[in-house]
């Protein structure tokens, strides 16, 4: 699995949506076409890509706590709480993200999984401080004991940083990593999916700069996604495994506001199942509940 944070299928709006406007090389090289409102469903023989509902009867613009909680533990969050939250998931969350998130589904089975996301010191100076504000997907590894990966699993090719080539590690943390290439960091993750039955890898460089946050970085973070992603699409054995990308809300494809958006999650469903799992999807919290039945 991959999740980006805040992608929508958004308007064919070559000024506003980014996709469009910088030609997404993985959607058309792939699909033929770039995912939309008037579009939303593309197909080939290996993958379809699908529109999900990231409101889930809630009023208002959906959250990333409530969002992420939903897909990676099946149960509507935001219907829980009352409303949508985030970015980080409300506390009274926290026990379900315990006892009912993916990863923990599959090392009850016995099952390997991972977390290819490494984290700095500074994050585990953070957690060591004892404050707990994480998001679903470390708090889900945190109370499930899995060991969070860091710098020097990335050195080792084990791991790849949130940014995908290691940039800004050494620009903004002061690391001395070696700069990838996005297809590199893509061979590196298909491997370690090849090692584990349940594998994700979280970008999040697409929510904030449909934030406005990281504006100078914004040719960059969509070249490396955008070529990442072809890797991974081109180099993926569809045969025997199962590739499932998904998002929490809109954000990225409407670049017109800095806020989130109404529009319907991104998904992508490829490999053994893809499409008897994209008919098993309609809100984000139908997506791990596909995941596991089919990828058993």
């Not at 009850?108 to 500074?122: C, L, R, T």
């Not at 914004?218 to 569809?238: A, R």
Request: hydrophobic share 40%; aromatic share 12%.
């Amino acid at each position: 699995m991959i999740f980006i944070d805040g992608i929508g299928i958004g308007k064919k709006d070559h000024a506003n949506n980014p996709f469009f406007k910088f030609q997404f090389k993985t959607f058309l090289r792939h699909f033929n076409n770039i995912p939309s409102l008037n579009n939303p469903i593309l197909k080939n023989k290996n993958a379809i890509i699908f529109p999900t509902d990231p409101l889930m009867g809630i009023k208002g613009l959906p959250l990333s706590g409530t969002g992420q909680t939903s897909i990676f533990c099946g149960i509507n969050a935001a219907e829980m709480i009352g409303k949508h939250f985030g970015p980080y998931p409300y506390s009274t969350l926290h026990p379900i993200l315990k006892e009912k998130n993916i990863f923990k589904y599959y090392l009850d089975k016995g099952e390997n999984v991972s977390f290819a996301n490494a984290y700095p010191k500074i994050f585990y100076d953070y957690i060591n401080s004892g404050k707990k504000r994480l998001s679903a997907t470390s708090l889900s590894c945190l109370l499930s004991g899995m060991k969070l990966k860091n710098v020097a699993d990335v050195r080792k090719g084990k791991a790849l940083t949130a940014e995908i080539d290691n940039s800004r590690w050494n620009e903004k943390l002061g690391y001395n990593l070696p700069v990838i290439k996005p297809a590199t960091a893509a061979r590196r993750l298909l491997r370690m999916c090849n090692e584990n039955k349940f594998t994700l890898y979280e970008f999040f460089l697409t929510d904030h700069i449909g934030h406005g946050r990281i504006k100078d970085e914004f040719n960059k973070v969509m070249f490396l996604l955008d070529n990442f992603l072809m890797t991974i699409l081109k180099e993926f054995d569809y045969d025997k495994n199962t590739l499932f990308i998904c998002s929490d809300h809109g954000n990225l494809e409407d670049t017109s506001i800095k806020t989130h958006t109404m529009n319907p999650a991104f998904t992508l469903s490829g490999g053994k199942n893809a499409f008897a799992i994209a008919d098993n999807i309609k809100h984000l919290y139908d997506i791990k509940g596909a995941i596991t039945k089919y990828c058993k």
